[in-house]
């Protein structure tokens, strides 16, 4: 059974830094693009980065370029999003998703980043 | 604003048919096969229904179908049920600088 789990949310304050991280199990990690997606709350989805097999391509969305970089260890089975100079409206529900056929196929139930003074 | 345009409320009865729209240009839906749809029911996890534009991943009723002309994409659910009622999310692949967008999402209510 395909699992993503999703920790590291949190309390920040404006400016500062987390780092999620999603466990994957139950499927070769190794062999699938993966994303991370969020949605702030009572709000839609919105697509942030994602990441290639390797780790040799990532791509963001513009509002988070130069703030959060996208990174995977194969041999963990991991995900992770570093997210630097956080902004009120980084506050969001993120979600980390396995990609398939250029779509998100399976998705974690999210880590909560709320981000206030 | 969502890139993609999506109705914010659809509903319908039960057994009926409706169908969910999503207008984006020809640099994302009109211009790739890469049209996707989400249905979420509250406090869950998305849940992938549709794929390029008209496929269905193993587990999805039959009942949730998928189409595109022009710049539209298109959800239809036939034979509507209460477990349909949720908000229904589309997604392309764009040729932006941001490569994934999302619609706004559109709330369906079963009457």
């Known amino acids: 059974e395909v699992q993503l789990v999703e920790s590291g949310g949190g309390l920040v304050q404006p400016g500062g830094s987390l780092r999620l991280s999603c466990a994957a199990s139950g499927f070769t990690f190794s062999s699938y693009w993966m994303s991370w997606v969020r949605q702030a709350p009572g709000k839609g989805l919105e697509w942030v980065a994602n990441?290639?097999?390797?780790?040799?391509?990532?791509y963001y969305v513009d509002s988070v370029k130069g703030r959060f970089t996208i990174s995977r260890d194969n041999a963990k089975n991991s995900l992770y999003l570093q997210m630097n100079s956080l902004r009120a409206e980084d506050t969001a529900l993120y979600y980390c998703?396995?990609?398939?056929?250029?779509?998100?196929?399976?998705w974690g139930q999210g880590t909560l980043v709320t981000v206030s003074s | 604003q969502s890139a993609l345009t999506q109705p914010a409320s659809v509903s319908g009865s039960p057994g009926q048919s409706i169908t969910i729209s999503c207008t984006g240009t020809s640099s994302d839906v009109g211009g790739y096969n890469y049209v996707s749809w989400y249905q979420q029911h509250p406090g869950k996890a998305p849940k992938l229904m549709i794929y390029?534009?008209?496929n269905r991943p193993s587990g999805v009723s039959n009942r949730f179908s998928g189409s595109k002309s022009g710049n539209t994409a298109s959800l239809t659910i036939s034979g509507l049920q209460a477990e349909d009622e949720a908000d229904y999310y589309c997604s392309s692949y764009t040729s932006s600088s941001t490569p994934w967008v999302f619609g706004g999402g559109t709330k369906l209510t079963v009457l």
């Open positions: 998703a396995r990609e398939y056929f250029w779509a998100r196929e399976y």
């Open positions: 990441i290639k097999q390797d780790g040799s391509e990532k």
């Open positions: 390029e534009v008209s």
